[in-house]
């Protein structure tokens, strides 16, 4: 692996003299400025190294008492150094939002991102994903069964695409006009990957990247005590499996085939052989055997996955990958299968800009979790996984980013490097617990266990920063950062029923936005985590309420109602609630809720709201394993900010990352950002 | 079929004692090189066969009346009768044409499968490496009913096995998981009951000429797989397979070498045609 790394970097060397020797002969016949064309190659960076690692959601108070205790020996370090500060995040702090601050230098009015879920305001609060949307193609040649999408003359018909719904402008595309390299390795919000211009930008896409069903994360569970048939749940899909001569046969279900007119699931079928005294299992795919011991995991599988069409045009394939995990052999078998993954050595969608970026780290590292959720929470809230088969499956996780890192640090020559780690979120958003208070699903001493391994996490990300000051020292500037902190999650409000409560949603014994609402007796509703949406006249389809007067007297209203709910303890539920028309600037506000609600430490909205679901109670137990959150006030939970540097900005927020990155460049900060530099 | 097993084993002894010896170059070649060399020459070697093995004169005979319907064709374009009275000749020159080649093809037919089942061990899979994993599948003879022998994995300083031996009850499989820990040609010894069974075991990062499996006891699988001695009918084991790993390479990698043989080797007979007076 070294021996063909250190090949790489060599021939990219090579190449890169080759490019000067041209380029310098070039010029001096004076020819050189018009066929290199566009690309800027006079760059003002002269070799500066710039590295920003994200941890998404390390939490500063918890990483403030670790440092104080001596278990974060090198954050302590840049702290000591005048190089830490709480980082401010976003409105409402939710990982969408505050990358997209993150990218654009800027609040949601400039990127449109408000929320993990918007709704289509024409369509009366049809939801849909914030970050990407599928559009369905135009046109089509029908053939049998089949319905062909060709976009070539003649045919010229649209296919159906995936667009990120981002707006603005993101930071790197000053870098790559600059001629300055930027390399960004699971960047989430930026699915599918924005392009690079002038060619001196790469990025692995990360959160918001799907897995082969187009979802954030399907796993398959195949159990003798599974269900007849195959019965979908959040996040997975169980099956029951039938032995009969200890020989078992299951489908792996795989993309739609998008061939036919009525798109249907393609699926590879499997043989699960099964050896009680061996207490293990051989699985038969496609041509491969697997030998798993109860207990053990598979590595990575390939998948072909075969889309039919008409029988004049040659079949397609999809690719996609998988790891095994045996969990049980007997009395009762069980067999999980991660969400099927895009092979990055073979990929069926765009996942990184340039395309092969992805396929050259996977020429190197092998099969790798591609998509954007990687630690399978779901598997956990479903009872599919133990805590202790979470933690280790998110451990594997985190083994194959930093192999990542590695590969990342091999790669990097000069320029920015960004590296986003997910372990922080996820597993703290399984396993975190920090007082004395009932845990939604563990015991005492259980819960404090499980948090112990957040602690654990804490240091060996610290001991990563350690091992980065030691590779660059002064010689690159570091940001380490998080975009939020983190809280417990013990109490849930159902913002829907609370509004329901008061009148404000009717009728009142309406059990769904998507259902059974009259929106004639509706003047707000909430959807998504955080937001809020008058039943506005003219902007949603059925609305109400008329904007001027009207509108103004019910957003105090609702703003000074909600900050006054309190629980059955007394305890303040909402700590503060935000105006959006006060909070946002910029030109892309067309789809931001009315109304943010900011939770205090400890609530979040309910599971049940975000959906548009009203429950009896407005105030209820979590009881879900996704026992901590972060989706509440902006002041409740900020995020951390460590440089290597010292930090002149007393309260800096992650709108400054942005502006403070352009100027270690010496780029100016554009007028479009909202920060401004921090040091 | 025992005669057919028995003729193809012996058939294999002379394929392999050339083979080893006349391929040993790819073993140190880069695949490509190796690969476009063996697939050119067997163009030339064929096209010599068909050469000597053809009637010569009557395909010379065929093609040229084949090139005067095509005349007649094109200087009688406007009289649709002539037209296709040529065409319907032509037809018949081109099937005479073809019946001419079954001699040299049924010749070429044996040779060609044998040299191909040679090659197909040094490209279709690539060793193991050291340290990586593979699994291997012992089939047991007998029917469903009858009892299970007593099968063990010997240990040898070739490879560690991880996980097993597990049962394939319905197939009558033993199945082991095993880490490759030395480079080289190593045979694994399997105990079943009291009689000692073997298969090589390949190990390196190199091309190296490998046997997928040995065969039981049926003329394809011994045609397929004519490296090691298949297994007697009444033997208690029907067959030992490595799941070697595949070689990506559109060159002389798993499956593609085929196609890749294939072009080239016409392509040689095609260039080679002048030189050697040969018409096809
Ligand atoms: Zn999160």
Redesign the pocket.
Same mark, same amino acid.
């Given at each position: 692996m070294a021996k063909s790394s250190i090949r790489k970097i060599s021939r990219r060397t090579v190449l890169k003299r080759s490019a000067i020797a041209v380029a310098a002969c070039a010029a001096g016949v004076g020819g050189g400025s018009f066929w290199l064309g566009r690309r800027k190659r006079n760059s003002t960076h002269l070799g500066k190294k710039v590295i920003v690692i994200g941890f &998404?959601?390390m939490d500063p108070q918890l990483a403030r008492r670790m440092m104080d205790a001596g278990e974060l020996p090198n954050l302590a370090k840049l702290r000591q150094g005048g190089g830490f500060r709480q980082l401010g995040t976003s409105i409402p702090p939710q990982?969408p939002v505050a990358w997209a601050n993150f990218i654009n230098g800027a609040g949601p009015g400039s990127h449109g991102i408000f929320d993990f879920i918007h709704r289509h305001p024409s369509e009366q609060c049809a939801p849909f994903f914030s970050a990407a949307e599928t559009v369905s193609g135009k046109g089509y040649w029908d053939v049998g069964d089949y319905r062909l999408q060709l976009n070539f003359w003649p045919f010229n018909h649209k296919l159906p695409a995936t667009l990120l719904r981002r707006q603005g402008v993101p930071f790197w595309d000053y870098l790559d006009e600059a001629g300055i390299p930027s390399t960004f390795y699971d960047l989430p919000s930026n699915y599918p990957p924005s392009p690079s211009q002038h060619g001196n930008h790469r990025c692995l896409s990360g959160m918001g990247t799907p897995d082969m069903l187009g979802t954030y994360g399907t796993y398959q569970h195949f159990a003798e005590d599974g269900p007849q048939g195959t019965v979908n749940e959040g996040g997975g899909k169980r099956t029951q499996l039938i032995f009969q001569q200890e020989t078992a046969k299951a489908h792996l279900v795989g993309p739609e085939n998008q061939f036919l007119k009525e798109s249907t699931p393609t699926s590879v079928e499997f043989l699960v052989h099964r050896d009680r005294q061996a207490n293990a299992a051989v699985i038969e795919v496609q041509g491969r055997k697997i030998l798993l011991e109860s207990g053990s995991w598979s590595p990575w599988i390939r998948l072909d996955f075969n889309l039919s069409t008409p029988a004049f045009v040659p079949d397609e394939t999809a690719h996609g990958i998988c790891r095994f995990y045996l969990q049980e052999v007997a009395p009762n078998f069980r067999l999980y299968v991660t969400p099927i993954n895009i092979d990055p050595s073979d990929p069926a969608i765009q996942m990184a800009e340039p395309d092969s970026f992805v396929q050259d780290i996977s020429d190197r590292l092998g099969l790798f979790y591609t998509a954007g959720f990687q630690e399978d929470h779901k598997a956990l809230s479903n009872g599919v996984f133990s805590d202790d088969e979470f933690v280790r499956q998110a451990g594997m996780v985190l083994e194959e980013r930093l192999a990542l890192l590695d590969y990342a640090l091999q790669d990097y020559e000069d320029g920015l490097l960004f590296f986003y780690f997910s372990s922080t &979120?996820?597993q703290s958003?399984m396993l975190w617990w920090n007082n004395n208070d009932k845990h939604p699903t563990r015991s005492e001493s259980e819960a404090k266990k499980y948090f112990g391994n957040i602690r654990q996490l804490y240091q060996r990300l610290d001991g990563v920063v350690g091992d980065l000051l030691a590779r660059y020292g002064n010689r690159a500037t570091l940001f380490v950062m998080s975009d939020h902190g983190f809280a417990n999650f013990g109490r849930q409000f159902n913002l829907n029923s609370y509004l329901r409560y008061h009148g404000y949603l009717g009728r009142p014994e309406c059990t769904s936005l998507f259902r059974d609402v009259d929106w004639s007796q509706t003047a707000a509703y909430g959807l998504g985590i955080n937001g809020l949406y008058l039943n506005l006249k003219g902007r949603e389809r059925d609305g109400i309420i008329e904007p001027g007067d009207q509108q103004e007297a019910i957003l105090q209203e609702l703003t000074q109602r909600l900050e006054s709910v309190r629980d059955v303890n007394g305890q303040q539920v909402i700590h503060h609630v935000h105006r959006t028309d006060k909070a946002y600037s910029g030109s892309a506000t067309a789809l931001a809720p009315d109304l943010v609600v900011g939770y205090c430490r400890g609530y979040r909205a309910s599971w049940a709201t975000c959906l548009g679901d009203l429950t009896d109670e407005i105030l209820l137990d979590n009881d879900s394993a996704w026992s901590a &959150?972060?989706c509440a006030d902006v002041a409740e939970v900020p995020g951390v900010l460590f440089s290597n540097r010292t930090i002149d900005m007393a309260n800096p927020a992650l709108v400054d990352l942005a502006p403070s990155i352009l100027n270690e460049f010496g780029l100016p900060i554009p007028s479009s950002m909202e920060g401004k530099n921090i040091f | 079929m025992d005669i057919l097993v028995q003729i193809v084993t012996c058939l294999n002894r002379t394929a392999n004692a050339l083979g080893r010896y006349l391929l040993a170059p790819i073993g140190w070649l880069p695949g490509w090189f190796s690969m476009t060399i063996v697939s050119a020459m067997t163009g030339v070697l064929l096209l010599v066969v068909f050469k000597y093995t053809s009637n010569q004169k009557a395909i010379r005979r065929v093609r040229d009346k084949i090139k005067a319907h095509l005349l007649e064709m094109k200087l009688f374009k406007e009289s649709a009768a002539v037209t296709l009275r040529a065409q319907g000749r032509v037809f018949l020159s081109v099937s005479r044409l073809l019946s001419l080649s079954i001699v040299p093809m049924c010749v070429m037919l044996v040779p060609v499968c044998l040299l191909m089942a040679q090659l197909a061990l040094w490209y279709q899979s690539r060793p193991l490496r050291v340290g990586e994993g593979a699994v291997i599948t012992l089939k047991l003879g007998g029917c469903g009913e009858s009892s299970w022998p007593n099968v063990i994995f010997e240990t040898n300083p070739a490879a560690d096995v991880v996980v097993g031996p597990v049962r394939v009850q319905r197939k009558r499989e033993i199945c082991w998981h095993v880490r490759a820990r030395q480079a080289g040609y190593h045979q694994i010894r399997f105990q079943v009951d009291h009689e000692t069974t073997e298969k090589e075991l390949a190990v390196g990062d190199h091309y190296m000429r490998l046997a997928r499996k040995r065969p039981s006891w049926n003329w394809l699988e011994t045609l397929l797989h004519p490296s090691e001695k298949p297994f007697p009918p009444d033997a208690a084991v029907q067959s030992i397979e490595i799941d070697y790993p595949d070689r990506a390479s559109y060159i002389s990698g798993t499956d593609w070498w085929v196609v890749y043989w294939f072009v080239i080797s016409m392509v040689a007979a095609w260039c080679f045609r002048p030189w050697l007076h040969v018409s096809i």
């Open positions: &998404d959601g990982s &979120d996820l958003h &959150d972060h | -």
